[in-house]
């Protein structure tokens, strides 16, 4: 069999079954044991049991179940509360001090616990708030769906740790290069929340509440905790005094810790953490496995000659080809799951940029800087999902959609600079490596 029919009956074959509604994980395994067979028959589909052992005996996968642990513990803490409350006192006099503190919650989530804290804290915390006190919706929905996919890009990233299974780069150095884009993004939010403030003050309305400086000053023990698991976290990472698999194991025990300091640790929030960390993680795996699978059956088919053949031999300059991949993946991110857009392109992607003389971790950081649009585009995108389960119901769909344009406009932007300048990935990665 040709290496053009298996790219077209792989590639085929995985985009019709996502366009029927089979989960990621199960169309990836089904397409790659299929085509497995048709190549070299039963004897060939040991390589299936072999991937599959390796990849769930692989010791580096445990980062995965640790860090969500860690958010799981945190959130049932009741900490994205006290900081939102702590935040609030120190901005109240400030127009769009919420969407701001928004912003900010969901950054002090994003390196404690990932994507999906944030989002779902502060729709459920702060949405209600802004709104209440006559915010615009698009402002008030727009802030915390932004500021929640951050988590995407600032370490510790899931998604990160996943991509960087797949594409085989450094998590930790992957960990450094999201770090000074992701707070890039979080600057570009909170300075387009004050300035259309101020220029329509309707949108945020000032607050006629005025916190005392003993108030304010009483109010920041709320943030000594997080704010200490997040430097032993991630300095252990950055300093080198621990590697990303044990800062996890660090982060899931201080995280364990704050929910007895806070009084909030009972039977039911270890339960309910520990199996919605089961329930992730484990979709993540199986997701690592077919993705593994799907990667080894179209190497072994020949694909990584011929993608690289293909490449030499356009007349076009690198940059071009660059673009159309980014130009690609915004598509898929639109109709596609972010981990099916990382596990079908990664894999391919990640070698051309390598072959064209682009750095691979600053090649991954743009990637994932792209996948942040895609959680915040509809009609598949999750931040848009996950918020309209929690928003109050006056909030509708189209109200949540309107909401975006601002945002994406901000995340393309940082796409762009991370494109035109890759010191903004890399200075802090060679800094520290």
Known sequence: ???????????????????????????????????????????????????????????SLITIPLFLLMGNFLVHSGISDRLFRALNYWLSGLRGGLAIVSVGVCVALAMCGGFGPGILTMGLIAVPAMLERSYDKSLALGSVMAGGVLGCIIPPSIIMIVFAYIARVSVGKLFFAGAVPGFLCAFLYMLYILIRSYLQPHLAPGTAEKPTWRLRWTSLKDIIFPSFLIVTVLGSIFFGIATPTEAAGVGAFGSFLICILYGRLTWRVVIDSCLETMKISGMALWILVAATLFGVVYTSAGAQGMVMEIVEKVPVNRWVILATMQIILLLFGMFMDDYAVITICAPIFVPIAILLGFDAIWFSIVFILNMQVAYLTPPFGWALILLKGVAPPEVTTRDIWQSVPPFVAMQLLVLVIAMIFPKIALWLPGKMF
């Open 1 to 59: 069999m040709s290496i053009e029919l298996v790219t077209v009956l792989l590639f085929g074959g995985l985009l019709f079954l996502l366009a029927i509604g089979v989960p990621v994980a199960f169309a990836l395994g089904c397409i790659s044991v299929i085509i497995s067979f048709l190549l070299g028959g039963a004897k060939d589909l040991f390589v299936v049991a072999t991937t599959t052992y390796r990849e769930i005996t692989d010791p």
